[in-house]
Nanobody
Framework: EVQLVESGGGLVQAGGSLRLSCLAS????????IGWFRQAPGKERGGVSC????????YYVDSLKGRFTISSDNAKNTVYLQMNSLKPEDTAVYYC???????????????WGQGTQVTVSS
């Protein structure tokens, strides 16, 4: 059974940091790109960042460059999202997803986790 399990969310003050984790199982981790998406209440789900299976390439939404960093530990089948200088507008449910074809801005990915809540207070 394919599973993507997010963890690390919580409540943090503006300017603080969180590190999200995405633990993958049930598929060949090295064959997939892993992306992070987020969805705030009443808004559409959008991409945040992505990392290729080889860890050669990483991608970020322009508005988040310099604050968020994606990384992977293939031995642990885990992808991380380090979030620094958090702002209230970062408040959302954060999801990780897997796509065999590679990183894509589309939300039509192969597998999705259940999400973890990130709340940034002002």
């Amino acid at each position: 059974e394919v599973q993507l399990v997010e963890s690390g969310g919580g409540l943090v003050q503006a300017g603080g940091s969180l590190r999200l984790s995405c633990l993958a199982s049930g598929f060949t981790f090295d064959d997939y790109a892993i992306g992070w998406f987020r969805q705030a209440p009443g808004k559409e789900r959008g991409g945040v960042s992505c990392i290729t299976s080889s860890d050669v390439s990483t991608y970020y939404v322009d508005s988040l460059k310099g604050r968020f960093t994606i990384s992977s530990d293939n031995a642990k089948n885990t992808v991380y999202l380090q979030m620094n200088s958090l702002k209230p507008e970062d408040t959302a449910v954060y999801y990780c997803a897997a796509l065999r074809a590679g990183c894509s801005r589309s939300t039509l990915w192969d597998y999705w986790g259940q999400g973890t809540q990130v709340t940034v207070s002002s």
